[in-house]
């Protein structure tokens, strides 16, 4: 086993734990980058990492009752066949175009998306402290619709996933945070049973079409679970503030290292 990648998985893992981000932003430019695979291959092993390594951080923050059960089940609604409509997507476009061009076009696409999310984020915290925002949070009225709205950018966001590997923790984070009125704690636990959800099905959907490399995963494994049990434990550690500094942090470096490509 080669110790400096399991270090790098414990590195993520803690990332995914504490942010719900760290995945498909930090790991697949590291596979592609440093380990020289194949951007393909890269994206469907690190679906298959980050999914089996979200399993375990779902279950601490199952246990922790960090995670909105309700806002789960409206993105998963649109998160699973989304995913599988990527994934088949970028089977199929493989066989026309470099798959690299593909996924830096989706990439920059992704971090003006992260951009403009991580601006009505900040400015929904804020408003949130204020009061301003409260009242029509917690209306009942709305919920109906922004139930709807979950599954809709679910299908979306799945289907990006699927494709590229890139957004399962930050794409979602962004979305819980400007449509569903929830804890930076809870923000985190339901990004990674949602993330967990989508990446296996995604990771899945790879494995078939030959795009995974297991040896890889099971090096990973060996930091990323320890790594994310130890992060996810420091969410309910840390201040609502310091929570969400990390969340805005690692969405602004997803933001600009998507756009740097």
């Not at 246990?63 to 995913?83: I, N």
């Not at 979602?172 to 400007?178: D, I, K, P, R």
């Not at 990446?199 to 994310?228: E, K, Q, W, Y």
Request: hydrophobic share 55%; with cysteine; net charge positive.
């Amino acid at each position: 086993m080669d110790i400096k990648i399991a270090l790098v998985g414990f590195v993520v893992g803690g990332l995914i734990g504490l942010t719900g981000m760290g995945g498909g932003s930090v790991m697949t430019p590291l596979m592609v980058l440093l380990l020289h695979m194949h951007p393909t291959v890269a994206v469907g092993t690190d679906l298959m990492y980050s999914s089996i390594t979200k399993v375990v951080g779902s279950i601490q923050h199952i246990y922790q009752k960090t995670v909105d059960f309700v806002a789960f089940r409206w993105l998963a609604l649109g998160s699973v066949p989304g995913a599988l409509l990527g994934a088949g997507v970028i089977g199929l476009l493989i066989h026309y175009y470099p798959a690299q061009e593909v996924n830096t076009v989706v990439g920059r696409m992704l971090g003006v998306v992260y951009i403009l999310a991580l601006a009505a984020m900040v400015w929904r915290w804020f408003a949130r402290e204020r009061g301003v925002a409260a009242a029509q949070e917690h209306d009942p009225a709305a919920r109906p619709q922004r139930h709807w709205r979950l599954a809709g950018f679910g299908l979306v966001a799945g289907a990006v996933v699927g494709m590229t590997s890139v957004g399962s923790g930050s794409l979602y984070v962004a979305l819980l945070g400007l449509l569903y009125p929830i804890s930076a704690a809870k923000l985190v636990g339901t990004d990674i049973l949602q993330g967990m959800l989508v990446t296996g099905v995604g990771g899945l959907a790879h494995l078939m079409f030959g795009n995974v490399d297991l040896g890889m995963v099971l090096m990973l494994l060996c930091g990323s679970i320890p790594g994310i049990l130890v992060g996810s434990r420091m969410t309910l550690k840390m201040p609502e503030w310091a929570v969400q500094t990390a969340i805005v942090m690692m969405l602004g470096w997803s933001s600009w290292n998507l756009l740097a490509k």
